[in-house]
């Protein structure tokens, strides 16, 4: 104590560090310490990102795929910056609503779990989910990291029998307290009891089962978060589970009488119970990063992306569980919130859930992930329509960036198809050539286009991200149409390098957007790049030079032949289209 303080007078960042590190393994705190800062980033840690794992009652739909690209846009990302990136997704295939579900399907509960599950796989390979590894939780490796998880809070006597008596919501599988619930009145006129926060139905569980000693954690994970103010982020979140915790955190029901719920890992040394679904599932992070025999390298680096809905399970019970365990918590839990449709929830009883298969058909995959992470503000919720998405496309995929490529490689204004040379004296740092003040606006702003965009993406700010992208295209589009290299005359020698120097500043803008948007849009980008003649071993961020030519280095795209033309970067969607498909997909 005495050496934190005698830090803390030298400077506060140390103090920082080391109250987020209070929660780090002891082997890491050590290291943590030595280093005196956690500020420098070390890419060979790694880097580990988790989606929650979805739930095959159902088939997926839009919101399962926006946790899923959010999630992949950030592990691209890392992966860009050379870190060594896991990322794992999955499903979440035990729980009383699966066992029914697979009942009222009429199969057995293991055939209709793995049905389910390959659909969210086939969809998330066809999104270009980039995920290392995919969890289920029927799988044998989670079993036994399960019941592993479970004794360690059994032996420490974090778990004990008791009898559990409130209300409970199978359809988010959650215990509420009285002032979480509220009456309404079903479909048939029933008077019935609800979840405040999700609507979903409650009931009134009586029984004895295995409670884990939740209350004894509150002190602990208000520390975690006063110490971390970014551990769950956006902020807002993290203001919301301080406010939970100030309010009652009583012991939570872990266990479930196996006469009542069969389809689930039986408690170790009781058969007669079943684990709490959300320990369960939640242990899956765990599973993955090689728990318990091998997960030193991957847990301290986890970051969980999660909606909305599931911030208590995994804000609350999750750290709990960990500090419980002695296991380090995550390093960022990040919050995004949920789509709704026309205004509406996506529910199945109002039909208007978002296929997310056939909307990636109807507007590529690729235009599908842009608009997610376009629109998608993770404080706030979003409104999906098909016109929004068509507009948006068009605006900036089709015309915008599409238009641009297209202009400064047609054969028309670059007939030798290959990276022009740039011209100093058309385009000089001071005065006196061809430039003028608006495109030197535009350089400032191209040259910081990757912080700026990389202080969104770590962030998960990515609509941030994608909007100060797009305000260079448009900057660009007016570069060039400002200039209309066009009416430039080629048969005199200095008007064919400033509509050299044109091109080449153009394609050098185009490049930065081009690699700053593959995490986004990986199959566009590809494209562009491979058009721009951009190797694979060039599209690092970290080796993005734009136009180094300006300052007098050399550039080694300079003279270098363009790629193959492999036709429009984003073709133009159609309203007609759009509403042909959407019908046919209504009929079925
Ligand atoms: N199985 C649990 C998670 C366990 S993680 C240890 C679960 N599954 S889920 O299938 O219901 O939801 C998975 C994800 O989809 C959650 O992040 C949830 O927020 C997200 N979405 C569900 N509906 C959504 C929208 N309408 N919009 C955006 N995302 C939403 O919860």
């Given amino acids: 104590m005495r050496i934190i303080s005698l830090l803390a007078v030298r400077s506060c960042k140390i103090l920082h560090s080391l109250q987020q590190n209070a929660f780090l393994s002891p082997s890491s705190r050590i290291a943590a310490v030595s280093f005196g800062s956690t500020a420098t980033v070390n890419k060979n840690s790694g880097y580990y990102v988790t989606t929650p794992i979805f739930y095959v009652n159902a088939s997926p739909h839009l919101g399962h795929l926006y946790s899923a690209v959010i999630a992949d846009c950030l592990h691209r990302y890392k992966q860009l910056q050379g870190f060594n990136s896991k990322f794992a997704t999955g499903t979440d295939e035990h729980g009383l609503k699966v066992q029914q579900a697979a009942e009222a399907a009429g199969k057995q509960p293991l055939t209709f779990c793995t049905e389910v599950s390959e659909r969210f796989e086939r969809l998330f390979r066809s999104c270009n989910i980039s995920h290392t590894d995919y969890i289920r939780t029927t799988e044998l490796r989670h079993r036994q990291a399960v019941e592993h998880f479970w004794s360690v809070l059994w032996n420490k006597r974090l778990i004990y029998k008791g009898n559990y008596e409130g209300w409970y919501s199978m359809q988010d599988e959650s215990f509420l307290t009285p002032s979480q619930v509220g009456d309404a009145v079903d479909s048939s006129g029933n008077e019935i009891k609800v979840s405040l926060e999700s609507g979903h139905k409650v009931e009134w569980m009586k029984e004895e089962n295995y409670m884990f000693r939740l209350s004894a954690f509150r002190s602990q994970l208000l520390d975690w978060l006063r110490g971390n103010p970014k551990a769950i982020q956006p902020e807002c979140f993290q203001q919301a589970v301080l406010q939970w915790l100030q309010g009652e955190l009583p012991?939570?029901?872990?266990?479930?009488?196996?006469?009542?719920?069969?389809?689930?890992?039986?408690?170790?040394?009781?058969?007669?119970?079943?684990?709490?679904?959300?320990?369960?599932?939640?242990?899956?992070?765990?599973?993955?990063?090689?728990?318990?025999?091998?997960?030193?390298?991957?847990?301290?680096?986890?970051?969980?992306?999660?909606?909305?809905?599931?911030?208590?399970?995994?804000?609350?019970?999750?750290?709990?569980?960990?500090?419980?365990?002695?296991?380090?918590?995550?390093?960022?839990?990040?919050?995004?919130?949920?789509?709704?449709?026309?205004?509406?929830?996506?529910?199945?009883?109002?039909?208007?859930?978002?296929?997310?298969?056939?909307?990636?058909?109807?507007?590529?995959?690729?235009?599908?992930?842009?608009?997610?992470?376009?629109?998608?503000?993770?404080?706030?919720?979003?409104?999906?329509?098909?016109?929004?998405?068509?507009?948006?496309?068009?605006?900036e995929l089709a015309d915008s960036l599409g238009g641009l490529l297209n202009r400064c490689t047609a054969a028309a204004l670059n007939p030798a198809q290959v990276y022009p040379s740039f011209c100093a004296q058309s385009f000089p740092r001071g005065q006196g050539g061809r430039a003028v003040a608006e495109d030197y606006c535009m350089l400032e702003a191209v040259k910081d286009l990757p912080s700026v965009v990389e202080k969104h993406y770590e962030s998960l700010h990515f609509y941030k991200a994608l909007e100060a992208i797009a305000a260079c295209v448009r900057q660009t589009n007016r570069f060039v149409q400002r200039h209309a290299p066009w009416r430039l005359d080629r048969t005199d020698g200095k008007d064919q390098q400033w509509l050299d120097t044109i091109i080449h500043v153009s394609l050098e803008c185009m490049r930065v957007y081009g690699t700053l948007l593959q995490p986004v849009v990986p199959d566009i980008s590809d494209k562009l790049l491979a058009r721009l003649g951009v190797q694979r071993n060039e599209r690092s961020i970290e080796t993005l030079d734009f136009l180094p030519r300006y300052w007098q280095r050399d550039s080694p795209f300079e003279g270098r032949a363009l790629g193959a033309d492999s036709g429009v970067l984003f073709s133009r969607l159609e309203s007609p289209t759009v509403k042909k498909k959407t019908k046919n997909s209504n009929l079925k």
């Avoid at 939570?252 to 320990?279: E, F, H, K, N």
């Fill in 251 to 395: 012991d939570l029901s872990v266990s479930r009488q196996r006469s009542r719920l069969q389809w689930g890992i039986p408690v170790p040394g009781d058969a007669s119970q079943t684990i709490y679904v959300w320990l369960d599932a939640l242990v899956n992070y765990l599973s993955v990063a090689g728990y318990p025999n091998d997960h030193e390298r991957w847990w301290p680096v986890a970051r969980h992306i999660i909606g909305k809905d599931i911030l208590k399970f995994h804000a609350v019970y999750w750290p709990a569980f960990l500090l419980g365990a002695g296991l380090p918590l995550p390093q960022a839990i990040h919050v995004h919130s949920h789509w709704t449709v026309r205004g509406k929830k996506m529910s199945k009883s109002l039909g208007n859930v978002i296929d997310p298969l056939e909307h990636s058909r109807t507007f590529t995959t690729d235009g599908l992930r842009y608009f997610l992470l376009r629109q998608g503000v993770p404080e706030s919720d979003c409104d999906y329509t098909e016109e929004k998405v068509l507009k948006l496309l068009n605006a």
